[in-house]
């Protein structure tokens, strides 16, 4: 056997370097948080992806959630040759617009009308928009720790104290934009009564992840989810669950048919558009109805409702409401936790892990994390490690310590028991 002198993952990425920007093309690819050259993939099947020395890992990132049916589902890939063949796109409407928003309507009974965009990040950032023409308010409330995309009033953080102005959390962020939004402590209901307590009738909107997937991952307490219908209802806020990573993630509802919680507006992308930039915004009918060319609320996409994208995310929530879907996943991705958290406490190594349907969190701390702090408290070199030592082992998990990883329908039993057998062994000889 011959070993490549150099990599090309590296040669790619020295390459790279000159032409994007740190080399990648999303913040979180350039694996800065552990260190390391990232993967350049050359292809995907099922549970595995190939990096540019042909190296298989079994994929826990699935293309950061899309890949909920593993990569290149055969019945993807065939709707997405029939699209292309049919016309790449025609900024018109199109029949197959009008298909997945009546699936969307009918699989979240919260939908009553929907508008298709192309990511995450502008279905996020039009429902805000759209939540301010609604309520004619001007003041948002996030929590740290959820991402959003990154528009402008979605890119903050706390100011110093409770109850202050948001702080831009990224250069070009105007002071002025950033003092529109204010942050609070996710899983904090009395914080959030505080809040609007203090300023009710300013706020348009609550923006929440209903299970926060990006700072790792934080399931919602109880009472913090009624605080947020409660409150928001109260002061009439619009409440924007932003399900792009949970929607079709968590559950075939999401995370507010989980956890049985009602928004006045929803967000999705990810699983929807089953690895093409398919995305959505909707929700009630009444606020739906604001937007142009029925309201006075501007949004537009020359892609948005793109067919290609569409029939890959059709074909997608066809598999994912096939009977038994999410039990199966649920079940993959607790036997990994369990699986994970077994070996760990067998070898003395302070590590646990949970999941939610597909989504599952990995913490190097005794408990399961319930907050941010809690969560900046774990120990991210223990995880840059583990990170490092399970990629030599052919694994592939998300490159940073506060992300959410993900199982597909296409991993098996003996997928996931391979790969707990690669973390006890890494396991064993910890310290
Ligand atoms: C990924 C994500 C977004 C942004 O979606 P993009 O398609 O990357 O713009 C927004 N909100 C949440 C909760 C996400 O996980």
Redesign the pocket.
């Known amino acids: 056997m011959t070993s490549h002198p150099i990599s090309q993952n590296q040669s790619l990425f020295d390459a790279s370097q000159l032409r994007i920007p740190g080399g990648v093309n999303?913040p979180v690819r350039a694996f800065r948080s552990v260190g390391g050259t990232p993967l350049f993939f050359q292809k995907g099947s099922g549970a595995y992806v190939w990096d540019a020395d042909g190296k298989r890992y079994t994929d826990y990132v699935g293309s950061?959630?899309p890949m909920i049916a593993g990569h290149c589902h055969p019945d993807v890939v065939k709707a997405v040759q029939d699209a292309a063949a049919n016309g790449l796109g025609f900024g018109a409407p199109t029949a197959s617009e009008l298909e997945i928003a009546e699936l969307l309507c009918k699989l979240l009974p919260s939908l009553e009308m929907v508008r298709l965009v192309s990511?995450?990040?502008?279905?996020?950032m039009t429902a805000i928009r759209l939540a301010r023409g609604f309520t004619n308010r001007s003041r948002i409330i996030k929590f740290e720790g959820?991402?959003?995309?990154?528009s402008d009033g979605l890119l903050v953080k706390a100011g110093s104290g409770a109850l202050t102005f948001g702080q831009p959390s990224s250069s070009g962020v105007p002071a002025e934009i950033a003092a529109l939004t204010t942050v609070l402590d996710y899983n904090d209901a009395a914080g959030l009564e505080r809040a609007f307590a203090e300023s009710g009738n300013e706020i348009a909107a609550v923006i929440v992840?209903p299970v926060a997937?990006?700072m790792n991952l934080i399931t919602p307490k109880r009472e913090f989810l009624d605080a947020l219908r409660n409150l928001c209802t109260k002061y009439g806020a619009v409440l924007i669950l932003?399900?792009?990573?949970?929607g079709f993630r968590v559950s075939l509802q999401g995370a507010q048919g989980y956890y049985g919680i009602k928004p006045d507006l929803v967000?999705l992308?990810?699983v929807m558009g089953g690895g093409l930039?398919a995305?959505a915004f909707g929700g009630r009918r009444d606020i739906m109805q604001c937007l142009a060319p029925l309201g006075s609320v501007y949004q537009a996409g020359t892609l948005s409702g793109n067919p290609v994208a569409v029939a890959a995310g059709m074909a997608t929530l066809k598999l994912v409401q096939e009977p038994g879907f999410y039990e199966n996943l649920s079940k993959l991705a607790t036997r990994l936790t369990t699986g994970l958290t077994a070996s760990a406490k067998k070898h003395g190594v302070e590590f646990c892990a949970q999941s939610v349907g597909g989504m599952f969190g990995l913490y190097f701390s005794r408990a399961v994390p319930t907050s941010y702090a809690e969560v900046m408290a774990c120990d991210k070199e223990a995880f840059n490690r583990f990170f490092h030592a399970m990629l030599d082992a052919g694994v592939y998990l998300a490159p940073s310590a506060f992300e959410a990883g993900f199982v597909s329908s296409a991993h098996t039993e003996a997928d996931i028991d391979e790969t707990i057998a690669a973390a006890d062994s890494i396991f064993s000889v910890w310290k």
């Open positions: 999303s950061w959630g990511s995450g990040t502008e279905a996020t959820c991402y959003h995309g990154h992840e997937g990006n932003d399900e792009v990573m949970t967000t992308g990810k930039p995305a």
